[in-house]
């Protein structure tokens, strides 16, 4: 059974820094694509990158280059989400996802509420 | 950067058929997935590969995809069907895309 296990939630100070991970079983970790996706509370879901556990291939979404590094490290076939210095405007929940080599979410993590304030 | 444009909501009756519309440039030319996303959960697939359903999703659900809209429709809707719906596309230059989300509401 393929699962996605994300860490859990956050509560923490603007400028503060944050890692979140997310662990997969039940499949060959190391040949899909982990994908990060935010929802901020009451809005939409967001894309934020991708990453490819093999090589650490990482693409992200234009709104959130430089804003997080995403990262993963396939020998505990985890992938990361991290934050230097956090905002208040960073207060969301954030799932994983895993993606197809047809460029589709097929199973998604349980969500991390990462909560911000100052 | 691709945009998909769905409606903010979407009302149907108990029983009766609801359509989803997501719109894009070309749309069409793409793969479109769609997901349900219930409050406190995390997001279903329900369709993928513009008409496909996974393993465990009810037949009721079904997609199209043609032209500018891929559309998402659930026959007989029930009471559980109540959530929002994403579309989602794949674009060379910004990867992954999601629409607005709609949100289904059965009454």
């Known amino acids: 059974e393929v699962q996605l296990v994300q860490s859990g939630a956050e509560v923490k100070k603007t400028g503060e820094s944050l890692k979140i991970s997310c662990k997969g079983s039940?499949?060959?970790?190391?040949?899909?694509?982990i994908g990060w996706v935010r929802q901020m509370p009451g809005k939409g879901l967001e894309f934020m990158g991708i990453?490819?556990?093999?090589?650490?291939?990482?693409r992200y979404s234009p709104s959130f280059q430089g804003q997080v590094t995403i990262s993963a490290d396939k020998s505990i076939a985890t992938a990361y989400l991290q934050w230097s210095s956090l905002e208040a405007s960073d207060t969301a929940m954030y799932y994983c996802?895993?993606?197809?080599?047809?460029?589709?979410?097929?199973?998604w993590g349980q969500g991390t509420l990462v909560n911000v304030s100052s | 950067s691709y945009e998909l444009t769905q409606p903010p909501s979407v009302s149907v009756s108990p029983g009766q058929t609801a359509s989803i519309t997501c719109s894009g440039d070309?749309?069409?030319?793409?793969?479109v997935s769609w997901f349900q996303h219930r409050p406190g959960q995390s997001p279903v697939l329900v369709i993928y590969?513009?008409?496909k359903r996974p393993s465990g999703i009810p037949e009721r659900f079904s997609g199209s995809n043609s032209g500018n809209t891929a559309t998402l429709t659930i026959s007989g809707t029930q009471a559980m069907d109540e959530a929002d719906y994403y579309c989602?596309?794949?674009?060379?230059?910004?990867?992954?895309?999601f629409g607005g989300g709609a949100k289904l509401t059965v009454l």
């Open positions: 989602q596309a794949w674009d060379s230059n910004t990867y992954v895309v």
């Open positions: 039940g499949y060959r970790f190391t040949t899909y694509w």
């Open positions: 990453i490819y556990p093999d090589d650490s291939d990482t």
């Open positions: 996802a895993r993606l197809t080599g047809d460029n589709y979410f097929d199973f």
């Open positions: 070309k749309l069409g030319d793409k793969d």
């Open positions: 590969q513009d008409t």
